[in-house]
T-cell receptor, first 114, second 114 residues
């Protein structure tokens, strides 16, 4: 149980374009989903927290107009990187919680912006 | 503000020997502590958590962790290491009054030699 999927696993896009990453909880309802960013050989940095049906809460320093988060249902959250630039290249990981204290993580999406 | 410190970038241990991966934390209220493991190009897998109760917490794959309030530590342990335990381990914390977003340590790479 408690499986979280992400799609795509890898994406390459050109600078200036937008890319959408999906995060799904497969076998439970996720009242809260979190988006993290992980740089090579570094820890995870929380970008934002989203609750189903409400606006996401962004961490300080994260541009909400650049990283659009939608949590339209209890099993799906999306992160859209708008007008991507090479510095946005990273490993993006989502997690989901069913109202409990444990977060279950997706496998991550590697974004490369050329 | 909450923080987590993992003082060792890498821990090397021989197969069959006991292992310890260190973690200390700082939070405003009662801590909720977690250990996750990450294999290459994969998301984080939940190992164990401490919320309240017994200071010794048992988790997946034979791992356990000991909560020490006076030392603000939550070290991960295993009595007998396996080569397959080689991975990146993250300690994370949130607290009883927080909004459940996790703060991660910098990670410790465990290398188990045959």
């Amino acid at each position: 149980g408690a499986v979280v999927s992400q799609h795509p696993s890898r994406v390459i896009c050109k600078s200036g374009t937008s890319v959408k990453i999906e995060c799904r909880s497969l076998d439970f309802q996720a009242t809260t989903m979190f988006w993290y960013r992980q740089f090579p050989k570094q820890s995870l940095m929380l970008m934002a927290t989203s609750n189903e049906g409400s606006k996401a809460t962004y961490e300080q320093g994260v541009e909400k107009d650049k990283f659009l988060i939608n949590h339209a249902s209890l099993t799906l959250s999306t992160l859209t990187v708008t007008s991507a630039h090479p510095e946005d290249s990273s490993f993006y990981i989502c997690s989901a919680a069913d109202g409990g204290i444990v977060q279950y993580f997706g496998p991550g999406t590697r974004l490369t912006v050329t | 503000a909450q923080s987590v410190a993992q003082p060792e970038d890498q821990v090397n241990v021989a197969e069959g020997n006991p292992l310890t991966v260190k973690c200390t934390y700082s939070v405003s209220g009662n801590p909720y502590l977690f250990w996750y493991v990450q294999y290459p190009n994969r998301g984080l897998q939940f190992l164990l958590k401490y919320i309240t109760g017994d200071n010794l917490v048992k988790g997946s794959y034979g791992f356990e962790a000991e909560f020490n309030k006076s030392q603000t530590s939550f070290h991960l342990k295993k009595p007998s290491a396996l080569v397959s335990d080689s991975a990146l381990y993250f300690c994370a914390v949130t607290w009883s009054g927080g909004r459940r977003a996790l703060t991660f340590g910098s990670g410790t790479r465990l290398q188990v030699q045959p």
